[in-house]
């Protein structure tokens, strides 16, 4: 969609290894030579190393955000305190994430722009097909689902052990599926 509505693409695709990441980095500066951008948004843990590198590389100056998709672990974190001050703002789209950034990884709060999902919870809020539900589990006073990428960061066995959890110490409802 975007070459055909005319805007330039370049993909710089390579695999986070020592010998990758010169060619990945300079590749990221060329690019930024060539289109001279006034800011750059940078989104995943791997290329917000680069492009916070490349901004330490002489060449065009460029504001930078940073964003973070998912949940960080300890050392992602701690490369995030120690990375941050060459991104003028690092992005989140999670509460919980923009509290780690804040609490764990030191972040000034002025520096971490929180940006919710963009899932409308009301339009939601009413089931479109109220009867689908008594079609799938017609005894079941409350259904559970969880809808997620499966990932470590998701930790979707994690309802499922709840949910073990309540039945075995009898906090379950018997009429839950």
Same mark, same amino acid.
């Given at each position: 969609?975007?070459?055909?509505?005319?805007? &330039?693409?370049?993909?710089?695709? !390579?695999?986070?290894?020592?010998?990758?990441?010169? /060619?990945?980095?300079? !590749?990221?500066? =060329?690019?930024?030579?060539?289109?001279?951008?006034?800011?750059?948004?940078?989104?995943?843990?791997?290329?917000?190393?680069?492009?916070?590198?490349?901004?330490?590389?002489?060449?065009?100056?460029?504001?930078?955000? /940073?964003?973070?998709?998912?949940?960080?672990?300890?050392?992602?974190?701690?490369?995030?305190?120690?990375?941050?001050?060459?991104?003028?703002?690092?992005?989140?789209?999670?509460?919980? @994430?923009?509290?780690?950034?804040?609490?764990?990884?030191?972040?000034?709060?002025?520096?971490?722009?929180?940006?919710?999902? !963009?899932?409308?919870?009301?339009?939601?809020?009413?089931?479109?097909?109220?009867?689908? =539900?008594?079609?799938?589990?017609?005894?079941?006073?409350?259904?559970?689902? @969880?809808?997620?990428?499966?990932?470590?960061?998701?930790? &979707?066995?994690?309802?499922?052990?709840?949910? !073990?959890?309540?039945?075995?110490?009898?906090?379950?409802?018997?009429?839950?599926?």
């Amino acid at each position: 969609d975007l070459t055909s509505a005319g805007i &330039p693409l370049r993909e710089l695709d !390579g695999r986070w290894c020592a010998s990758e990441i010169p /060619t990945l980095t300079l !590749g990221i500066l =060329r690019e930024i030579r060539w289109f001279r951008p006034h800011l750059v948004l940078s989104i995943s843990h791997h290329s917000n190393h680069l492009t916070r590198l490349v901004r330490l590389l002489p060449g065009p100056r460029f504001r930078l955000l /940073t964003a973070i998709r998912t949940e960080y672990n300890a050392r992602q974190l701690r490369n995030e305190r120690l990375e941050q001050w060459l991104s003028h703002r690092v992005v989140c789209n999670s509460p919980s @994430m923009a509290a780690k950034l804040r609490e764990v990884a030191r972040i000034p709060a002025s520096r971490i722009l929180y940006i919710p999902n !963009g899932l409308d919870v009301a339009r939601f809020a009413t089931p479109a097909d109220p009867g689908l =539900r008594r079609l799938r589990s017609p005894s079941a006073k409350r259904v559970v689902a @969880m809808l997620a990428r499966i990932t470590e960061q998701k930790a &979707p066995e994690l309802l499922a052990l709840a949910v !073990g959890l309540l039945k075995r110490t009898g906090r379950l409802s018997p009429d839950s599926e």
